[in-house]
DNA sequence: CAGGATCCCATAGGATACTG
DNA sequence: CAGTATCCTATGGGATCCTG
């Protein structure tokens, strides 16, 4: 929490990477997505039952916005009938970090906002 | 990045604190407001600057969305002229790990970026 | 200076139906 | 099963102007 060590001028080297950051992951479903492609491969179905309340429409504009940025993969099997996946790239498991801090800390602020309505 | 030794099951038990956190997070400005005033006590004003881009209704708006959600509190002096400062509170310094995780991974993909365009 | 009021637009996101 | 197409609403967010 040793935040006030740190001098005025930093405040904006951190705002720039803490924004750009959030134009890739902004939005309701991004970081739900990706959590669920971190317990591994997975179908359209499968995203959709784990990622509660997701329409098909969200999770395909989703999935494609997240394959353009470079976090996503799309696996298509050449079986019959045909079966797709999408993976994790190496880019998103960079993520791990942010996932974790963040689950953490909705956590927290459950526990939080439990007692204060107490 | 050790996320595969993860059982499924525990995929909602991820999911579900992560979008607790999204849920309070979420949006262009928060986050970065609240990073200008990890960097100390500041004054409506203040921020708007470090937070380029920003309007006077979304910072408004967003101010009162913070405190509402006990992320900042705001501090009315009883000066002439009257002076008004925003602070963290105690809780929204435990976003600290989220912060230095975003930004991170932040600057880890811009560096992708860059270097993707190549 | 600190913000509220108003107006407006773009996009996020939802519901439903449909196809290879 | 894995989406796309359409249509719709709600909200995020910007521009401008106004006030204590």
Chains 1, 2 share one sequence.
Request: proline content about 3%.
């Amino acid at each position: 929490m040793e935040s006030t060590n740190l001098i005025p001028e930093e405040c904006g080297r951190t705002l720039r990477p803490v924004r750009d950051a959030l134009d890739v992951l902004n939005g309701k479903w991004k970081l739900p997505i990706i959590v669920a492609l971190t317990f591994g491969e997975k179908r359209f179905g499968e995203i959709a039952k784990e990622v509660h309340g997701i329409t098909d429409r969200m999770l395909s504009k989703e999935l494609r916005d997240l394959e353009l940025n470079g976090l996503v993969k799309r696996n298509l099997y050449d079986t019959y009938p045909a079966k797709v996946t999408y993976t994790l790239t190496a880019h998103s498991q960079t993520l791990y970090e942010v996932i974790e801090s963040l689950r953490k800390w909705g956590e927290l602020h459950r526990k939080k906002m439990v007692s204060d309505d107490k």
